[in-house]
Nanobody, 116 residues
Framework: QVQLVESGGGLVQAGGSLRLSCAAS????????MGWFRQAPGKQRELVAT???????KYADSVKGRFTISRGNTKTTMYLQMNSLKPEDTAVYYC??????????WGQGTQVTVSS
């Protein structure tokens, strides 16, 4: 079992930046994929970015060029640097991890609110 805890959310003005962190614990040796999803009120949960154990990354078109996903030196920490934030980025952001692809384990989420 893997436990994931997000941090770093908050309120920021449009154009600002935030850095989300995800701390993993438990059977972290099982993790080969990590990522961020988000869910805005009244909308479905959507992919933001993923990163594989080999370092390959994938981004949603809506965040390309503005967000950067990265990992710490070990498998225990993952980050999402969010720049040039827009009001439409407002959502609960979830950390996820998996054996092959993301989705096996989820964090509780952290709220990101971007004011116009």
């Amino acid at each position: 079992q893997v436990q994931l805890v997000e941090s770093g959310g908050g309120l920021v003005q449009a154009g600002g930046s935030l850095r989300l962190s995800c701390a993993a614990s438990g059977r972290i040796s099982s993790i080969n994929a990590m990522g961020w999803f988000r869910q805005a009120p009244g909308k479905q949960r959507e992919l933001v970015a993923t990163i594989q154990s080999g370092g390959s990354t994938k981004y949603a078109d809506s965040v390309k060029g503005r967000f950067t996903i990265s990992r710490g030196n070990t498998k225990t920490t993952m980050y999402l640097q969010m720049n040039s934030l827009k009001p439409e980025d407002t959502a609960v952001y979830y950390c996820t991890a998996g054996l092959i692809v993301t989705g096996d384990w989820w964090g509780q989420g952290t709220q990101v609110t971007v004011s116009s």
